[in-house]
């Protein structure tokens, strides 16, 4: 029966809600194994080249309260997190983006906290695209005015992300006490509506059952302007209300790479080197993401501590991979 749903997926028929709940059900390593060929090849066959991402925090002064109970990102959540407040100058971001232009990766990641209608990502963008040819992904979740979004649209940023994370609301409203999904959602509305690509993905290992994670990636397809899904594995920051949640398992990550591959064959899939793991980036790649995001240089110039762990990939290492799996590096 797996066999036959795989084999219905790699001719991009769409799968019925049910199918994908089998997929997700998956118990024996070889259907495992062969979803993962399957979404390997949907995703060699369209793009094999893979896009690296590096990263700039612009700020983690957050002003939701109460802070999400997972988050070592903001300051004071998490003594393995940044911890201390900071707000980068357009000095150190500047020089942030110089140097990850210098290693040669073609895209950078501006994120922040919450709190300031957009500005810390206007103000990033115009620092970025009047000073590199980066490609620009900017995440500031939906502390997004559309003034703001007319902004990034007037400086050519390439993406704007909003992750919904989960589309249970009970669940959602359980571990982000200080937002309300809508907001999330109205804020993807927004980013399409102005033409923008949208970027917008799963927090799996939340305590999701499969049926949400089913429920969340068929929502995503409402959005004209998706163009990426960032796949991310919950780990416990130290401090948190959640440090002793589990962490999300790597079989169940690959798993919902794949299927999600499957369902969107033309769609970027973005799998950060914190959520995974650096040292599990490859599994990612075979189980068929294309962008692997969090990637420093070794002279980058100020300290990063991933989001979702404070662990992060080196650009040398996450090479090495892509060229242990003799796939190509988008240039
Ligand atoms: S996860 Fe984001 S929105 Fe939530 S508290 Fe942390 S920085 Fe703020």
């Known amino acids: 029966m797996i066999r036959n749903i795989i084999k219905k997926a790699k001719t991009e028929d769409n799968l019925d809600k049910n199918e994908l ?12 194994i062969e979803l993962m060929q399957a979404a390997y090849d949907v995703r060699n066959s369209h793009n094999n080249a893979i896009k690296l991402t590096s990263t700039v925090h612009l700020t983690n002064i957050c002003q939701v309260t109460p802070k999400c109970k997972y988050c070592g990102f903001a ?49 990033a963008a115009k620092i970025v695209k009047e000073n590199t040819s980066l490609e620009l992904l900017v995440n500031v979740g939906a ?3 559309v003034k703001a979004l007319k902004e990034l649209y007037k400086y050519d940023t390439d993406t704007v992300c909003c992750n919904l994370e989960t589309v249970n609301q009970s669940l959602f409203s359980e571990v982000k006490p200080g937002e309300k999904l809508e907001d999330r959602i109205k804020t993807c509305e927004k980013i399409s509506s ?26 995503l397809k409402k959005f004209p302007c998706l163009g990426e899904i960032p796949i991310m594995g919950f780990n416990p920051y130290k401090n948190t209300p959640m440090e002793n949640h589990p962490p999300c398992s790597l079989l169940e990550q690959v798993k919902t790479i794949a299927i999600t591959r499957l369902m969107f ?27 692997v995001a969090t990637v420093i240089p070794e002279d980058y110039p100020s300290v990063v501590k991933g989001v979702g762990s404070p ?3 080196n650009l040398k290492d ?10 190509n590096l988008e240039s």
């Not at 709940?21 to 495992?32: H, S, T």
């Not at 996450?318 to 796939?327: A, R």
């Open 265 to 291: 064959p033309h769609v970027r899939i973005t799998v950060p080197t914190p959520t995974i793991g650096p040292k599990n980036v490859k599994y990612s790649l075979i189980a068929g993401a294309d962008n």
């Open 311 to 313: 662990t992060y990939g």
């Open 318 to 327: 996450v090479v090495g991979v892509v060229q242990e799996l003799g796939l």
């Open 143 to 145: 502390d997004l005015t």
């Open 21 to 32: 709940l089998q997929l997700f059900k998956i118990e024996y390593a070889e259907d495992l």
């Open 75 to 123: 300051a004071r959540t998490s003594l393995d997190g940044y911890y201390h407040p900071f707000f980068k100058e357009d000095r150190e971001i500047l020089d942030a983006v110089k140097c990850v232009e210098k290693s040669g990766i073609p895209r950078v990641s501006c994120s922040g906290a919450h709190g300031y209608f957009g500005f810390q990502a206007v103000n």
């Open 194 to 219: 102005q033409g923008i690509e949208l970027s917008s993905g799963l927090l799996i290992g939340l305590g999701e059952s499969y049926q949400d994670r089913v429920n969340h990636l068929l929502f």
